[in-house]
């Protein structure tokens, strides 16, 4: 090899040492920071992962105990499934208590109720009826104590007449929204 | 640390001696009357069992008549590289030649430089004195450490194809080791990349497999948490029902006898109002005060004298809970 040759050499193994040195290594440690970033955040992800699947037994013991506590609420909820299904059944209960406890039942509305607590939700209905004490007492020890549970939310009374002559019936115009739960859907988890 | 086989040439006479561990195991001697004498000498000690088994290392010490060395003063403040460059340049200047080139080497005295009189001790051997004892060394199998003037210990000898041959093997040395170096860092670089890779598509596999069965778990996991929030919702619910019942007989207890209520409003936050007739008001609103059901009962405006019936009774206005901002 003659001199000349050998500077060519040199040179021009200076040029591709250069090259590889400010360009190729420093594009290549980007993209290896940039795998190694991805490896730790997939890491991070995949031990997540076994993690929660680790917590499968516990979290079908939770199942488990969810579902009986479930049963245990069937008593207390409307025997419905849909909104229109609960509304009828609200009804139903208050004119049950409108025959058993005399009540002039005036009007019964169905109120928009959006309280949600998935898998269940509320239904309620404002009603308006006319009786005596008597009857609206037995009405509401009936509402707290028998199931299903109905949750009354307003309660507004007006005597029609007071101060007349006691011996005269008492009147008493009752406006009051009674509401319930009810099982939006009926599969369990 | 290797066997050492220490030459000492001087006034004619080679003396051996090889030493291992700083003990001494074996020596010889002989007379030497040139260079190939003492090649041949270095050939002969070379193919001595006790010397070739041991793969001794010669360090050799010449001598005078073959070493002339000379104490040069008044010399140019130089370093010790330029002064040894400076006494090899003017050789023939500072020691005799006998047509033949020498092999020198130079250093400064210490004591002289501190006493700022720039002395140097220079020494010069024949050339082939060094080449012999080089390619006695070589041929003999033997690894030459030093070829060192009598008494200079500090100066080191050596043949100018000697200096040559160790630049070149020195600059070999150095591009393989760098080399190598940039090898195993390209290398290493390299296994990086492949383990980092085999990793990711490792974790990527692991991902796709446990993607199905940790979504449904997750799923399972917000339906249950959803379930139990809503149980307690409905629980909580089941709790409150009866309130409008226990807050109307709580009023109604507290009402004494001819007084009685004209309206009465109540919502599930356990805010009211109530309006009515009794004799004493005030009182009446004390009995109120007592009871846990009724949350803050309070007379709203003042209480109203009025007669109904022939009975005097103040018309009143109770609001309770907590009140409205």
């Given at each position: 090899m003659t001199e000349r040759e050998r500077r060519a050499v040199l040179w021009g193994s200076i040029m591709i040492l250069g090259i590889v040195g400010l360009r190729v290594l420093p594009g290549a440690m980007g993209r290896m920071r940039a795998r190694q970033a991805s490896v730790q955040t997939l890491a991070g992800v995949v031990g997540r992962m076994r993690r929660d699947l680790d917590a499968m037994d516990a979290l079908t013991d939770s199942v488990r105990l969810v579902r009986s506590e479930l049963v245990g609420l069937d008593s207390t909820l409307l025997d419905a499934h849909t909104e229109i299904g609960a509304n009828g059944e609200l009804s139903l209960r208050m004119r049950s208590f409108a025959d058993r406890f005399v009540l002039d039942m005036q009007r019964i509305v169905p109120i928009t109720d959006t309280t949600l607590a998935p898998p269940f939700r509320r239904a309620a209905l404002a009603a308006s009826f006319e009786c005596d004490s008597r009857g609206l007492l037995r009405m509401l020890r009936a509402a707290a104590t028998e199931p299903p549970v109905l949750d009354v939310t307003s309660l507004d009374i007006a005597a029609t007449d007071p101060g007349s002559d006691p011996s005269l019936p008492e009147v008493l115009r009752v406006e009051i929204v009674v509401g319930g739960w009810y099982l939006d859907k009926p599969e369990l988890p | 640390?290797?066997?050492?086989?220490?030459?000492?040439?001087?006034?004619?006479?080679?003396?051996?001696?090889?030493?291992?561990?700083?003990?001494?195991?074996?020596?010889?001697?002989?007379?030497?009357?040139?260079?190939?004498?003492?090649?041949?000498?270095?050939?002969?000690?070379?193919?001595?069992?006790?010397?070739?088994?041991?793969?001794?290392?010669?360090?050799?010490?010449?001598?005078?008549?073959?070493?002339?060395?000379?104490?040069?003063?008044?010399?140019?403040?130089?370093?010790?590289?330029?002064?040894?460059?400076?006494?090899?340049?003017?050789?023939?200047?500072?020691?005799?030649?006998?047509?033949?080139?020498?092999?020198?080497?130079?250093?400064?005295?210490?004591?002289?430089?501190?006493?700022?009189?720039?002395?140097?001790?220079?020494?010069?051997?024949?050339?082939?004195?060094?080449?012999?004892?080089?390619?006695?060394?070589?041929?003999?199998?033997?690894?030459?450490?030093?070829?060192?003037?009598?008494?200079?210990?500090?100066?080191?000898?050596?043949?100018?194809?000697?200096?040559?041959?160790?630049?070149?093997?020195?600059?070999?040395?150095?591009?393989?080791?760098?080399?190598?170096?940039?090898?195993?860092?390209?290398?290493?670089?390299?296994?990086?990349?492949?383990?980092?890779?085999?990793?990711?598509?490792?974790?990527?596999?692991?991902?796709?497999?446990?993607?199905?069965?940790a979504r449904a778990v997750s799923d399972a996991e917000r339906r249950m948490h959803e379930a139990s929030v809503a149980i307690a919702t409905v629980r909580q619910s089941a709790q409150r029902r009866g309130s409008a019942l226990r807050t109307l007989a709580s009023v109604l207890a507290a009402l004494p006898d001819s007084a009685y209520l004209t309206t009465f409003h109540w919502t599930a936050d356990g805010a009211g109002a109530m309006t009515g007739a009794a004799p004493d008001a005030a009182s009446m609103l004390a009995s109120m005060e007592g009871d846990a059901a009724l949350e803050g009962p309070r007379l709203d405006g003042a209480a109203v004298r009025d007669s109904v019936n022939g009975f005097v009774h103040q018309r009143f206005s109770i609001k309770f809970g907590r009140a409205r901002p």
């Amino acid at each position: 090899m003659t001199e000349r040759e050998r500077r060519a050499v040199l040179w021009g193994s200076i040029m591709i040492l250069g090259i590889v040195g400010l360009r190729v290594l420093p594009g290549a440690m980007g993209r290896m920071r940039a795998r190694q970033a991805s490896v730790q955040t997939l890491a991070g992800v995949v031990g997540r992962m076994r993690r929660d699947l680790d917590a499968m037994d516990a979290l079908t013991d939770s199942v488990r105990l969810v579902r009986s506590e479930l049963v245990g609420l069937d008593s207390t909820l409307l025997d419905a499934h849909t909104e229109i299904g609960a509304n009828g059944e609200l009804s139903l209960r208050m004119r049950s208590f409108a025959d058993r406890f005399v009540l002039d039942m005036q009007r019964i509305v169905p109120i928009t109720d959006t309280t949600l607590a998935p898998p269940f939700r509320r239904a309620a209905l404002a009603a308006s009826f006319e009786c005596d004490s008597r009857g609206l007492l037995r009405m509401l020890r009936a509402a707290a104590t028998e199931p299903p549970v109905l949750d009354v939310t307003s309660l507004d009374i007006a005597a029609t007449d007071p101060g007349s002559d006691p011996s005269l019936p008492e009147v008493l115009r009752v406006e009051i929204v009674v509401g319930g739960w009810y099982l939006d859907k009926p599969e369990l988890p | 640390m290797r066997p050492q086989l220490s030459l000492h040439l001087e006034g004619g006479h080679l003396l051996a001696e090889l030493r291992s561990h700083r003990e001494l195991t074996w020596s010889a001697g002989c007379a030497v009357a040139g260079a190939d004498d003492l090649e041949s000498a270095i050939i002969e000690m070379g193919q001595l069992p006790a010397v070739h088994d041991a793969k001794a290392e010669i360090w050799i010490a010449i001598g005078e008549p073959v070493l002339q060395s000379r104490s040069l003063h008044d010399m140019p403040h130089l370093s010790t590289t330029d002064l040894r460059l400076l006494v090899g340049r003017h050789s023939d200047r500072y020691f005799r030649k006998n047509g033949v080139s020498l092999v020198t080497s130079a250093r400064w005295e210490q004591r002289a430089q501190r006493l700022r009189s720039w002395r140097a001790r220079a020494v010069a051997i024949e050339e082939p004195w060094v080449s012999a004892v080089e390619r006695g060394s070589e041929r003999a199998g033997l690894r030459l450490r030093s070829i060192q003037p009598v008494g200079q210990p500090q100066l080191i000898l050596q043949s100018s194809q000697s200096q040559a041959t160790q630049l070149v093997r020195h600059r070999r040395e150095c591009r393989r080791l760098a080399l190598a170096v940039l090898l195993a860092w390209l290398a290493a670089f390299a296994v990086l990349m492949l383990r980092q890779q085999s990793d990711l598509a490792w974790l990527q596999e692991e991902e796709a497999r446990l993607t199905e069965p940790a979504r449904a778990v997750s799923d399972a996991e917000r339906r249950m948490h959803e379930a139990s929030v809503a149980i307690a919702t409905v629980r909580q619910s089941a709790q409150r029902r009866g309130s409008a019942l226990r807050t109307l007989a709580s009023v109604l207890a507290a009402l004494p006898d001819s007084a009685y209520l004209t309206t009465f409003h109540w919502t599930a936050d356990g805010a009211g109002a109530m309006t009515g007739a009794a004799p004493d008001a005030a009182s009446m609103l004390a009995s109120m005060e007592g009871d846990a059901a009724l949350e803050g009962p309070r007379l709203d405006g003042a209480a109203v004298r009025d007669s109904v019936n022939g009975f005097v009774h103040q018309r009143f206005s109770i609001k309770f809970g907590r009140a409205r901002p």
